[in-house]
Nanobody
Framework: QAQLVQSGGGSVQTGGSLTLSCSAS???????????MSWYRQAPGNQRELVAS???????NYLESVKGRFIISRDMAKKKVYLTMNGLKPEDTGVYYC?????????WGQGTQVTVSS
């Protein structure tokens, strides 16, 4: 069973930057390489929403409100996926989750809190 462990997150002021990391283990490289890697977030009282996705390492998709500010990337050698967040706004506050959807299953990280204060 694959495991995803997240790191990063925290509290910043408006306009600040954070990078979230998600480290995958017990998942073979070929499966990881062809997977869809995504970041979701959930604000209090809201449904979980898709923030960014990276499909097979090439195609990216972003939530409209984060386009131009967030970047999803991966490091296959380290089996990590990142979310670099710039120009953070209070509405970006929430718990962020990494997700890997591959041929071997659908895996989630434990979640990490991001708080942006005005």
């Amino acid at each position: 069973q694959a495991q995803l462990v997240q790191s990063g997150g925290g509290s910043v002021q408006t306009g600040g930057s954070l990078t979230l990391s998600c480290s995958a283990s017990r998942i073979i490289t070929s499966v990881l390489s062809s997977s869809t890697m995504s970041w979701y977030r959930q604000a209090p009282g809201n449904q979980r929403e898709l923030v960014a996705s990276l499909i097979s390492g090439s195609t990216t998709n972003y939530l409209e409100s984060v386009k131009g500010r967030f970047i999803i990337s991966r490091d296959m050698a380290k089996k990590k996926v990142y979310l670099t967040m710039n120009g953070l706004k209070p509405e970006d506050t929430g718990v962020y989750y990494c997700n890997i959807l591959g041929s071997s299953g659908d895996y989630w990280g434990q979640g990490t809190q991001v708080t942006v204060s005005s």
